[in-house]
Structure formats: structure tokens, C-alpha cells
T-cell receptor, first 111, second 115 residues
Framework: EDKVVQSPLSLVVHEGDTVTLNCSYEVTNFRSLLWYKQEKKAPTFLFMLTSSGIEKKSGRLSSILDKKELFSILNITATQTGDSAIYLC???????????FGQGTTLQVKP | DARVTQTPRHKVTEMGQEVTMRCQPILGHNTVFWYRQTMMQGLELLAYFRNRAPLDDSGMPKDRFSAEMPDATLATLKIQPSEPRDSAVYFCASGLATPRGQPQHFGDGTRLSIL
């Protein structure tokens, strides 16, 4: 059965800290790994990764994929209170086109 | 910015009533997904469509849930009869299916409470 597992499930840090969120996956016919940020409403898209070792970056956020070890990490540097959210990892299969989501990591950034 | 639009945003109703949730996907997207999110189960895929054809509804309780796409601008999810355990946030997402894959974009969700 396809699955995506995220760790940690929750994390509390202080502003300015750097955090690393983890995502491991087991998906038949893997095609892509996606990260979303969910605050009070809809998950919003952050990154989509399809190739190993190529870092994607957006401001203080970056992500990388390791297709050999079947995991991805999301890094946030110099965290701010606005980074507080649930971060969701999802993996897509080329067979079905649908996404399998992990449980999410709840990040709280304290002032 | 193009957005997925869901209505209603909130729905409170009594057990046994029919509930209909609607979704307008982003124009040009050819795949539509329905998800349910709860604290216990996280995000679960209920059903999805490509080019309006249902591809997978294995995540849905078939006896009470139904999903349709009467046209390219409207997807519906119905629950009849509703039960308290259906209380959750229901998200619709749309995307463009390509060989390399494209991200799904989510609507703001319908928060459903069944009393």
C-alpha cells in the first residue's frame, strides 16, 4: 500500500531558529513529491520535486528530494511567527495521478 | 490569481439531511479531486475526475456519498443521508494532468457539521 510518513508530527521553535521537516514515501510508480503549507484554510502549494539532488528554493524555504533513500526534507531558515502552520507532504504516482498525503507536521514559531 | 471556489463555506445540518457541496475548478484544469480532512485521519482522497470522467471513488462510502461533474466548471459532492461522523472539512482541488505532473490547487473548503 502506498504511504507517506512525516516527522516530527509537531514542533515548537523560537523566531530565528532553523527547522527541518522530514517526509518519507513508499509509492508505486513514483512521479513527484510535493510540499504544501496549511494555515487556517486551504493547503497552499510550496514545491514540487521530481529529480534527486536538485534543491528548490523560495526565500527562506528550500526542499530537496532523495529518490534512492525515498525521502524529502523541507528547510525553513530564520523562522518567523508567520511560518506557523501545518506542513503537508504528498507523493504522486504516475499510474493514478492522485496524491497520497502524509499526516502533516504542525509547526509553531514563538516570538 | 485563478482560484478553486467552493460553496458553501460552512454547513450545519441535522443527521439524515442531504448535503450538497459544490466546486468550481480553475479554468483549464482537467482534473478535480475531493478530499476530506479530520484531526484523526488527516487529508483523505474521496474521489477524483479527469476530463469530467470519474477515475477513482474508492475513498468514498458508496452507500451515502456521490460525486459528479455535470460540466467542466462544476463538481458536486453529495451526502445522503448525512451522519455525525461525516463532520469534517471537505476540500476540492484541481490540477492539469501532464506527463511530468502538476501541483493540485485547493479551494478554501466546506466546513461541515452534522448534529
Amino acid at each position: 500500500e502506498d504511504k507517506v510518513v512525516q516527522s516530527p508530527l509537531s514542533l515548537v521553535v523560537h523566531e530565528g531558529d532553523t527547522v527541518t521537516l522530514n517526509c518519507s514515501y513508499e509509492v508505486t510508480n513514483f512521479r513527484s513529491l510535493l510540499w504544501y503549507k496549511q494555515e487556517k484554510k486551504a493547503p497552499t502549494f510550496l514545491f514540487m520535486l521530481t529529480s534527486s539532488g536538485i534543491e528548490k528554493k523560495s526565500g527562506r524555504l528550500s526542499s530537496i528530494l532523495d529518490k534512492k533513500e525515498l525521502f524529502s526534507i523541507l528547510n525553513i531558515t530564520a523562522t518567523q511567527t508567520g511560518d506557523s502552520a501545518i506542513y503537508l507532504c504528498a507523493s504522486g504516482s504516475s499510474n493514478t495521478g492522485k496524491l497520497i498525503f502524509g499526516q502533516g507536521t504542525t509547526l509553531q514559531v514563538k516570538p | 490569481d485563478a482560484r478553486v471556489t467552493q460553496t458553501p463555506r460552512h454547513k450545519v445540518t441535522e443527521m439524515g439531511q442531504e448535503v450538497t457541496m459544490r466546486c468550481q475548478p480553475i479554468l483549464g484544469h482537467n482534473t478535480v479531486f475531493w478530499y476530506r480532512q479530520t484531526m484523526m485521519q488527516g487529508l483523505e482522497l474521496l474521489a477524483y475526475f479527469r476530463n469530467r470522467a470519474p477515475l477513482d471513488d474508492s475513498g468514498m462510502p458508496k452507500d451515502r456519498f456521490s460525486a459528479e461533474m455535470p460540466d467542466a466548471t462544476l463538481a458536486t459532492l453529495k451526502i445522503q443521508p448525512s451522519e455525525p461522523r461525516d463532520s469534517a472539512v471537505y476540500f476540492c482541488a484541481s490540477g492539469l494532468a501532464t506527463p511530468r505532473g502538476q501541483p493540485q490547487h485547493f479551494g478554501d473548503g466546506t466546513r461541515l457539521s452534522i448534529l
